[in-house]
């Protein structure tokens, strides 16, 4: 019965979680595919430990730290392949769902974003993860995670603003 | 002029891509059978190291065991014991006890459940080489040689436990390209 009930917490835990989880993998892997081989790895992990979800910011840096390793281990064959890809413009599947052109548009400047405002704003938007979470996922000060955010959305103002 | 908060929520709008449906399946299936396995022996799942420490051990306690016991049967009638194992197909025994207790058949479904799929393909050039114009016995048309190193990368992915495999291997292309003259 106490294993049913650990069934369905987890598994109402991670449908919520599992889409902003996903986003924050896919900015280190270009495919859906690996990003999800990550938040799998990452969460199963996490959950066989600690059976339940307060500690999240330890999720977002497991999470972190595998899709570091998993760019690391990839590395070499990106080289080889940047080249090829330059020129072929490959195919990257989008990281949100759009209904209109204006979405399209916000959607093009958060991927121009530097990383280390990215993955904050990444955090704090879609995941909710508040900046003393970030911090400790980041390893860095809550005024620099909050800063991050802000010169994010500053960023993304001047990107949007009409020419 | 747009306000920053007003830019929060219009990016909260914004909604990420949802996971596939086989990722809740795989993550159900790594979680759930643990949980099952902890069930089954009566133990918490939150302890499993000590269990773990227990079974090794227990493993290593019976592995001592079997080699006291084989160095104390070569010591005295070991030819014969020697003998009757190595008359013994070791293949056609599992097969026949499978077949008694009718799980040959779950043996194949096993193997059949986990398929490979095909998930990716990149071809990588490398390196090209003009390696000018050649005139092949016959022919009056000159060719043009190029010479390209290829690194070739396949994959394929069992959707149903997540595992992949990468196949990278280089290869040489010569192609041959007519050239007319204006």
Not at chain 1, 103 to 116: K, S
Not at chain 2, 21 to 38: F, N, Y
Request: with cysteine.
């Amino acid at each position: 019965m106490e294993n049913t009930g650990r069934h369905e917490d987890w598994k109402s835990c991670f449908s919520e979680i599992a889409p902003g989880l996903l986003l924050f993998a896919r900015q280190w892997v270009r495919s859906a595919a690996d990003a999800e081989d990550i938040v799998q790895e990452a969460f199963v992990k996490f959950w066989r430990r600690n059976h339940n979800i307060k500690n999240r910011a330890l999720l977002y840096a497991a999470v972190r730290s595998l899709a570091l390793d998993f760019v690391r281990r990839d590395s070499r064959r990106a080289r080889r392949e940047a080249g090829v890809r330059a020129e072929a413009e490959e195919f990257v599947e989008p990281h949100f769902e759009f209904d209109d052109e204006t979405q399209l548009a916000l959607a093009h400047a958060v991927d121009q974003l530097p990383q280390e405002q990215r993955e904050v704003l990444v955090m704090k938007i879609w995941n909710e993860l508040t900046f003393v979470e970030i911090a400790k996922v980041l390893g860095i000060s809550q005024n620099t995670a909050a800063s991050r955010y802000r010169y994010a959305l500053l960023a993304l103002k001047r990107m949007l603003q009409p020419q | 002029m747009r306000d920053l908060s007003e830019i929060e929520n219009e990016l909260r709008k914004l909604r990420p891509k949802q996971p596939s449906p086989i990722l809740l399946e795989r993550v159900a299936e790594a979680i759930g059978g643990r949980d099952a396995q902890a069930a089954s022996a009566g133990r918490p799942s939150a302890a499993p190291h000590v269990f773990r420490n227990w079974l090794s051990l227990g493993a290593g306690l019976a592995a001592a065991a079997i080699l006291l016991l084989l160095t104390l049967m070569g010591m005295g009638d070991g030819k014969r014991f020697v003998n009757e194992v190595s008359s013994i197909s070791p293949g056609r025994e599992t097969e026949r006890a499978l077949a008694a207790r009718g799980e040959r058949r779950s043996m194949a479904e096993s193997t059949l459940r986990h398929r490979f799929i095909p998930a990716g393909a990149t071809r990588v050039v490398y390196d090209a080489r003009d390696e000018g114009l050649q005139f092949v016995a016959g022919s009056a048309q000159p060719l043009r040689r190029l010479r390209y190193q290829v690194q070739q990368t396949l994959q394929w992915r069992d959707p149903a436990t997540g595992a992949s495999i990468r196949v990278s291997y280089p290869s040489e292309e010569i192609l041959l390209l007519p050239v007319s003259g204006q």
